[in-house]
């Protein structure tokens, strides 16, 4: 039984403006994947990574969770950025946070959301770091957006010191971990400026 039909006419739909394009596009991926950059992004459906990008299926390694984070005990983060590093060999490691993040609005919040709060407590301990700064500005809104940014920044400080990342830099590899956010309201990207490309920058 062909469940959710509209989908799978969708993606023929797709599959054919593809190959009217490029008729050998799917024969070429499937042969291998050759990608440049690893995204690590937020789950929400409104960011779209190869999309607000403009790269095809193939050029973009992608991992995705609630909030856009990279903890040091998160297996399958862990085991997406050294697949990407060392196997991929990719040159960028993409961070990149959104506005609007319904997990940091989460994590702002005082008052319990379930078994997410687990997830989201790194998120908390960036926003108790920063309390002055969130505080200084006018609303919530743009505390909220502030703390967006911020948790962007801590991510990449974690891929940084990953020893996956580590490694590679010790061994001579070009590698570079860049921090951006994307604004759901005008689908723009914005890079945060914390570009890291090897353990002494």
């Not at 969708?10 to 403006?17: D, H, I, V």
């Not at 024969?27 to 190869?50: F, H, M």
């Not at 790269?55 to 297996?75: A, I, T």
């Not at 590899?173 to 400026?193: A, C, F, N, T």
Request: include cysteine; aromatic fraction near 6%.
């Amino acid at each position: 039984m062909n469940t959710l039909p509209h989908l799978f006419a969708n993606n023929l739909a797709w599959s054919e403006n593809i190959r009217k394009t490029n008729a050998e596009f799917f024969e070429t991926l499937a042969k291998q994947q050759s990608p440049e950059y690893l995204w690590i992004g937020c789950s929400d459906s409104r960011v779209p990574a190869n999309e607000i990008v403009g790269l095809m299926p193939g050029e973009l390694f992608v991992h995705r969770n609630v909030s856009n984070l990279v903890g040091h005990s998160d297996m399958n983060c862990l085991s997406v950025v050294q697949f990407a590093v060392d196997v991929l060999k990719v040159k960028h490691i993409i961070v990149c946070g959104h506005y609007g993040c319904c997990g940091v609005l989460a994590a702002l919040e005082e008052k319990r959301h379930g078994l997410i709060d687990n997830w989201l407590r790194d998120i908390r301990v960036t926003a108790s770091s920063h309390q002055a700064e969130l505080n200084a500005l006018p609303n919530k809104n743009m505390q909220a957006d502030r703390l967006c940014e911020l948790n962007v920044i801590e991510q990449v400080k974690n891929v940084a010191n990953t020893t996956i990342v580590e490694e590679a830099w010790q061994r001579g590899q070009e590698l570079h971990v860049h921090g951006w956010i994307y604004g759901i309201k005008d689908g723009l990207l914005r890079d945060l400026s914390v570009t890291v490309s090897s353990a002494h920058a």
